[in-house]
C-alpha cells in the first residue's frame, strides 16, 4: 500500500485546491497515468500517479484545500504494507529511554528496498540510506523534569532533484523542515504545545510566521491546535484578538455573497498589491489612428500564409511592440531589488493579459522577437485558446519580460494597467472606434484607439516611456515602419 503525497509542482507553493478527481476507489492505475486535477495559485494543474495498483482510498474531496505534504490517495500495490507515516503516539511520557533504545529511535529508517518504478520527474519516493539525527547534550535533566523526548520524522518523500523548497505565496521565506516533514513528538498529545520557543518556530510556516509578525503576536506565547501542536493562522489571530467568526455563523445580510479569495484570484491580488507598492508607476497615453493598420489586417487575412490562422488587431500591435523593444531594450528590463541592479534582458517572453473564469492570467510566448509573422500569430492563437480552456500551466505564465493587455475587447478606451511582477513596462490597447479625424487640414471619419503605457520609473525615465510608446503609435498608423525599423 502506498500513498501519494501532495507535490510542489515546481514553483513553491503551501498548498492546492481539489479541482476534479479521474478515479475513484477500485480503479485501476498504471504509472504517469493522471489522476487528479489540483488548482494552484496560478494554475489548474494534473498530477499523474508516481504508482501502479488499486486505488484504495481517496484521502481529499474536490473542491478541499491540501497543504503540501499531505496525502492524498492511497494505491494498493500489492506490497500489503502501508507507507503512510505511523500516527503520533498520545501515550503518556515514561522513563528516559535506555541509550540503546534512543541510538535506535536517533536513526531515520531507509524505506525497504525495492525493484525502481519508472515515475515522472519530481514525484516518487527516493531510495537513501539511514541518517543519524544530531544528538543533543547527554546532560543529566534536573530532577523532577520529564523525561527527553526524542523526534522521530517518517520517511520523507522526495520531489526530485530539481525540488524546491516549500514557499509560502511571495514571502521568499522557506518553510522548516520539521513542518514540510511532519515531525512529531513522541509520547506527547496531538495539540499540544512545543517545548520551547525556538520549536514553537519551527512549527508555524511562513505565512503564519508573518502573520504573527504583523499583527505583533509573540508565537512562543502561543499553544498550536493544529497537526503535530503546529500554530495557525486561527491561533494568531485568535491571539490578536482578531478571529474571524466561522463561516457557518457568519453574518450575512440578504442580497449578500461570500465568495472565499483563493487559487488565481488570491495569488493576482498579492501580486497588483506588491507590484504598485514595490514599483513606482508612471502611465502615458496616445490617441492613434489606425485606419492603416485595419486595412493591414484585412489584407494578412486573404493571404495563403495566413490560412486558417486567426489574424486580429493584436497581431500587429504585439509585433509594433516587438520591433520598439528592440529599439528601446530599457523597457525590456527588470529591476532586481536583491542585488540593485537593472536587468536588460534581450530576448522577449511577450506576456497577453488573459480574462479567464479562473481570474486574470498573464501566459507568455516565449522568444516572440524571433518569431515571424504567421508563427507569432498561431503562438497568440493558442494561447488565448489554452487560456479560455483552464489549460493554462504555470510554465507559461513564468519568464514574462513585456506584457500588451487587450481592453478593446470589453468595448474600454483606456486605462491605467498595473504592471506584471518582474516587468518593467505593460501596454494596454484600447478599442478602435470610429472618430472625426484631422488629414491635410479636413476632417474625415478614421479608427481611432488609445494606447496606455504603464511603465516602472525606476528603469524606465519619461523620455525613454515616451519615446517608446510614439514609436509604438507611428507603427500602427502606418504599418510599413515596422519593415523599415525590423
Not at 115 to 133: F, I, T
Request: proline content about 9%.
Amino acid at each position: 500500500m502506498k500513498q501519494f503525497k501532495l507535490p510542489d509542482v515546481g514553483e513553491g507553493l503551501t498548498e492546492a485546491e481539489i479541482v476534479r478527481w479521474h478515479v475513484k476507489a477500485g480503479d485501476p492505475v498504471k504509472v504517469n497515468q493522471i489522476i487528479v486535477e489540483i488548482e494552484t495559485a496560478k494554475a489548474v494543474v494534473e498530477l499523474p500517479c508516481p504508482f501502479e495498483g488499486v486505488v484504495a482510498a481517496l484521502m481529499a474531496d474536490e473542491g478541499e484545500t491540501v497543504d503540501v505534504g499531505r496525502p492524498i490517495i492511497s494505491v494498493d500495490d500489492g506490497t500489503g504494507t502501508d507507507s503512510a507515516p505511523a500516527p503520533a503516539s498520545s501515550a503518556a511520557p515514561g522513563p528516559a529511554p535506555e541509550r540503546g533504545q534512543a541510538l535506535a529511535e536517533d536513526m531515520v529508517p531507509a524505506p525497504p528496498k525495492e525493484e525502481r518504478q519508472p515515475v515522472l520527474v519530481g514525484y516518487g519516493v527516493k531510495m537513501g540510506a539511514a541518517k543519524r539525527r544530531p544528538r543533543k547534550s547527554a546532560s543529566t535533566p534536573p530532577a523532577g523534569s520529564p523525561a527527553p523526548r526524542s523526534v522521530q520524522p517518517p520517511a520523507r518523500q522526495d520531489t526530485g532533484p530539481g525540488a524546491r523548497e516549500d514557499t509560502g505565496p511571495f514571502t521568499g521565506e522557506s518553510a522548516a523542515p520539521s513542518v514540510r516533514e511532519g515531525v512529531r513528538e513522541n509520547g506527547a498529545a496531538a495539540g499540544a504545545a512545543p517545548a520551547s520557543g525556538g520549536r514553537v518556530a519551527t512549527l508555524a510556516k511562513p505565512p503564519v510566521r508573518k502573520l504573527a509578525k504583523d499583527l505583533g503576536v509573540d508565537l512562543t506565547t502561543l499553544t498550536g491546535s493544529g497537526p503535530q501542536g503546529s500554530i495557525t493562522r486561527d491561533d494568531v489571530q485568535s491571539a490578536a484578538g482578531a478571529v474571524p467568526a466561522p463561516a457557518a455563523v457568519r453574518a450575512v445580510q440578504a442580497g449578500e455573497e461570500r465568495i472565499p479569495v483563493k487559487g488565481v484570484r488570491r495569488a493576482t491580488a498579492q501580486a497588483m498589491v506588491a507590484s504598485v507598492f514595490t514599483a513606482p508607476h508612471v502611465t502615458e497615453f496616445l490617441q492613434v489612428d489606425v485606419t492603416e493598420t485595419m486595412d493591414a489586417v484585412g489584407r494578412l487575412r486573404r493571404l495563403p500564409d495566413f490560412a486558417e490562422i486567426k489574424v486580429s488587431p493584436l497581431l500587429l500591435v504585439a509585433k509594433a511592440v516587438l520591433v520598439a523593444a528592440r529599439r528601446y531594450p530599457m523597457i525590456n528590463s527588470a529591476w532586481d531589488e536583491a542585488a540593485q541592479e537593472i536587468v536588460v534582458k534581450h530576448y522577449v517572453n511577450l506576456g497577453i493579459a488573459a480574462a479567464t473564469p479562473r481570474g486574470l492570467l498573464v501566459p507568455n510566448v516565449k522568444d516572440a522577437h524571433a518569431m515571424s509573422l504567421p508563427d507569432l500569430a498561431r503562438a497568440l492563437g493558442a494561447l488565448a485558446e489554452t487560456a479560455r480552456a483552464g489549460r493554462t500551466q504555470p510554465a507559461d505564465m513564468a519568464g514574462g519580460t513585456i506584457t500588451i493587455t487587450n481592453v478593446g475587447v470589453f468595448g474600454v478606451d483606456a486605462g491605467t494597467p498595473i504592471l506584471n511582477p518582474g516587468e518593467s513596462a505593460i501596454l494596454a490597447f484600447g478599442q478602435v472606434r470610429d472618430m472625426p479625424w484631422v488629414v491635410d487640414g479636413q476632417i474625415v471619419p478614421r479608427r481611432v484607439c488609445t494606447l496606455a503605457l504603464s511603465f516602472d520609473h525606476r528603469v524606465v525615465d519619461g523620455e525613454l516611456g515616451s519615446l517608446f510608446l510614439r514609436d509604438v503609435g507611428a507603427m500602427l498608423e502606418d504599418p510599413l515602419r515596422m519593415l523599415a525599423w525590423n
